[in-house]
């Protein structure tokens, strides 16, 4: 067994270590907590989208919340925008504890806001703008969290912790729908739910959320940040960023098809399997929570492959079997009436998507030099999501509301499609990074 000196000779120093750990560790907790708050959102819509939006059919009230879901989204490159600057300028850990703050308050928001019975109108305005509110937070907290796990991360590791940070982003809806199993199964009844029950994920979050800025507010900065600050305050950031236009661009063509498909089997397939397959809700909980969890497993899995083969090939992976498996797999998942069919169809679809999933925190990372990382990866990310992944849901019943849900499928394969061109010209990140490059 090697001593502790010959280890730290090898490159491998086991205080180093923990300490890169502990941070990026405590990054992805807030992490969780912030995408808590969102899933709890898609997660609950079942229940409290009567309260918002008065209208006796259920396909209807949904596509009102999931219009305001996706409406929100559009924001988002504005949160992308002053947290990336933001974090550009004044460091990663202030940008994310602020960003876990506002969240927060947008929480707390829709917690206590009367239901349109009480106040009309009102009612579904507040809950817009909490929405908007935890939308900007949002927006900050991809660029700012994915340019500090990968700049806290070993270089020969970054690939695994890509994917231990992706595995937060997915426990957050993970937590969420254990919250909704918990309350569903142990504590309320149907009724309890739709009257009030709704509101007890929110005020969790806004209370998590809390406890979130507590521990990010100790975070060791980034020495990477720290070294090209020293450098750039002389240069604009968008000076540097309009020199790095082609991987801003870059960045959208890459994210088109996975956040689409990532959006397709976490928000949408709960409402997919109970308004489409026609599961029960406690069948859609079981099943929902049951594929997330697979999908949990799979992400440090892929990220840690990547490390030893490259980014690229897992891209293209996911890119072809997505092009030619998703219209497949959600035709045939429509059709079954066996929850254990459905689950296992799903978890079929998470082992492709997460070829993108679990990498794709660092690869858009490894695209720009430090100086503009933050705002190079969350601009154009936020712009794209807000276009292409806040918007499944609503695309989604949109097609379902006109008779033509099949159409979605093509959609959404035609998304992976646009991205599978991107991956087979684009160089691979992990050979050619620009991780340690200041401007």
């Known amino acids: 067994m090697k001593t502790s000196a010959e280890q730290i000779s090898d490159g491998y120093d086991p205080d180093d270590m923990s300490r890169r750990t502990k941070a990026i560790l405590i990054g992805s907790a807030g992490n969780l907590i912030e995408w808590y708050d969102i899933y709890a959102y898609s997660a609950f819509s079942l229940y409290f989208a009567g309260a918002f939006f008065p209208s006796g059919d259920a ?3 949904q596509l009102a919340a999931a219009s305001l879901f996706a409406a929100a989204f559009l924001v988002r490159p504005l949160g992308g925008v002053l947290f990336g600057y933001f974090a550009d300028r004044r460091g990663r850990r202030n940008a994310l504890t602020a960003s876990v703050l506002l969240m927060s308050f947008g929480s707390l928001l829709i917690a206590v806001t009367p239901a349109y019975a009480s106040i009309g109108v009102a009612a579904p305005v507040i809950l817009a703008i909490a929405r908007l509110l935890q939308s900007l937070s949002q927006g900050g907290e991809y660029g700012s969290g994915a340019t500090y796990l990968s700049e806290v991360a070993h270089p020969d590791r970054r690939g695994f912790y890509s994917g231990v940070w992706y595995t937060t982003l997915i426990g957050g809806q993970l937590c969420a729908v254990l919250v909704l199993l918990i309350l569903q199964k ?6 309890q739910l739709k009257a009030w029950g709704w509101r007890i994920p929110f005020l969790i979050g806004a209370l998590l959320s809390i406890a979130a800025y507590y521990l990010r507010r100790d975070m060791p900065e980034s020495q990477l940040f720290l070294e090209a600050q020293k450098r750039a305050r002389s240069e604009s950031v968008w000076r540097i ?4 236009w082609r991987s801003a661009l870059l960045v959208v063509g890459l ?5 689409s498909a990532f959006y397709t089997y976490t928000t949408y397939m709960q409402k997919f399997l109970r308004l489409s397959v026609g599961l029960s809700d406690d069948e859609t909980t079981l099943i929902t929570s049951g594929s ?12 840690a492959l990547s490390d030893r083969i490259g980014r690229k090939p897992l891209l293209i992976g996911f890119g072809i079997f997505g092009v030619l498996g998703t219209y497949p797999l959600l035709t045939a998942l429509q059709a079954t009436k066996s929850p254990l069919t459905a689950f296992l169809l799903i978890c079929a679809a998470w082992a492709i998507v997460s070829g993108y999933t679990s990498i794709a925190a660092i690869i858009k990372a490894e695209l720009f030099p ?3 990382r933050a705002i190079g990866v969350g601009a154009p990310y936020a712009l794209t999501v807000a276009l292409f992944g806040g918007s499944v849901d609503y695309v989604a019943l949109a097609f379902k509301n006109s008779g033509v849900e099949s159409g979605f499928y093509w959609y959404a394969t035609a998304c992976i499609f646009v991205s599978l061109i991107c991956y087979v010209f684009m160089r691979d990140t992990k050979a050619h990074s620009r991780m340690e490059q200041a401007l």
């Open 370 to 372: 430090t100086a503009i």
């Open 241 to 244: 960023l309009g020199r790095n």
């Open 59 to 61: 396909v209807a009230q």
């Open 255 to 259: 994210t088109i098809g996975g956040t």
């Open 292 to 303: 997330l969890l697979f999908a949990v497993i799979l992400q440090p899995l892929y990220g």
């Open 186 to 191: 142990l504590l309320l009844t149907p009724e």
